[in-house]
């Protein structure tokens, strides 16, 4: 990890660390519906049995790499009740937002230019925004950190962005991630953490070995249009290429996405239209319009 870190950081990349997941010694009673169904094994998707141990993680972490990571997402895609065939996070709302809380004062503590992102949901859908919701809400009372054990207060006194996940299978996808990310809006303008930032850190097309390879480029070139002009301050690209993760073996898509770059860096939107079949028309602030 410390070859990564010290690789990309040289590189002037801005890196994002996603705390999670729980190793067995460490692990609490994994949820009965997710028996057999935790993404990494028995016990990851729970909350530590101890919480001090999660504190002494946070602190080991932000410690090493004191200046080098300043983004902290907490755990990835948290599901709250039975229906998936996959859990990374399956423990209760209220663990998640202690250690939410937890994560925030120990790290800001080593470094106070850190930012903490929400642990992201994995869809912006209806039952995406039930999740988000239970989340934020839920009370962040527990450990004590240097005085402050979050009593009447929640997950969502701790973020300084949201985080989502994107992964629109529809042809159409670019009118649902308008019509989502204005419903996390509201979620999020209703609470503590209104007006934060907003990050899409995951953002893809998992089907895209299974298309021609220009409809797969065009897809991701308005996949990640549609991400960031729907509100996404941030958007992170990522899924499977080949097997392998990025799209390093796919020099047309990287160029599809440059001259996305291109047309929008450093201007702004002042509207889109989506198309049935999913083309998108950008109009921007300097009366210029772009068709993706």
């Known amino acids: 990890f410390d070859t990564w870190v010290n690789e ?19 692990a609490g009673t ?22 001090q141990k999660w504190a002494d993680y946070c602190s ?16 990835n895609e948290p599901h709250f009740a039975t229906g998936y065939s996959t859990y990374f996070y399956a423990d209760t709302a209220a663990k998640l937002a202690e250690m939410t809380r937890i994560a925030s004062l120990v790290i800001k503590a080593i470094d106070p230019t850190a930012q903490i992102i929400c642990a992201p949901i994995s869809k912006t859908d209806s039952t995406g925004r039930t999740e988000l919701t239970s989340y934020l809400d839920a009370s962040a009372a527990g450990l004590n950190v240097s005085g402050n054990t979050g009593a009447a207060q929640t997950a969502a006194n701790y973020i300084d962005i949201v985080g989502v996940h994107t992964y629109e299978p529809d042809i159409n996808y670019g009118k649902a991630i308008f019509a989502n990310m204005d419903a996390i809006r509201t979620i999020r ?21 299974k298309v021609p390879a220009e409809v797969k480029r065009t897809r991701i070139a308005r996949l990640l249009a549609a991400a960031a002009c729907s509100g996404s301050s941030r958007v992170l690209f990522y899924s499977w290429d080949n097997g392998i993760m990025g799209l390093m073996s796919e020099p047309e898509t990287i160029a599809a996405v440059n001259q996305i770059f ?20 950008i109009s921007l602030s300097d009366g210029s319009t772009v068709i993706i």
């Not at 990309?8 to 460490?26: C, E, I, K």
């Not at 028995?42 to 919480?51: E, I, R």
């Not at 209703?190 to 899409?200: D, E, L, Q, T």
Request: aromatic letters at 14%; a neutral charge.
């Open 8 to 26: 990309w950081f040289s590189r002037g990349s801005d890196l994002v660390y996603t705390l999670g997941f729980t190793p067995a010694w460490a």
């Open 30 to 51: 994994v949820q009965s519906y997710a028996v057999g169904k935790e993404a990494y094994g028995t016990g990851t998707s729970t909350a530590p049995a101890d919480m």
């Open 60 to 75: 080991d972490v932000a410690t090493r790499y004191n200046g080098k990571i300043k983004y902290y997402e907490v755990w």
């Open 189 to 209: 303008d209703a609470r503590p953490c209104s007006g934060v930032p907003i990050w899409n850190t995951e953002c893809g097309y998992l089907t895209a070995d």
């Open 262 to 281: 291109t047309q929008l860096a450093g201007k702004t939107v002042s509207g889109v239209n989506c198309e049935r079949g999913g083309k998108l028309g």
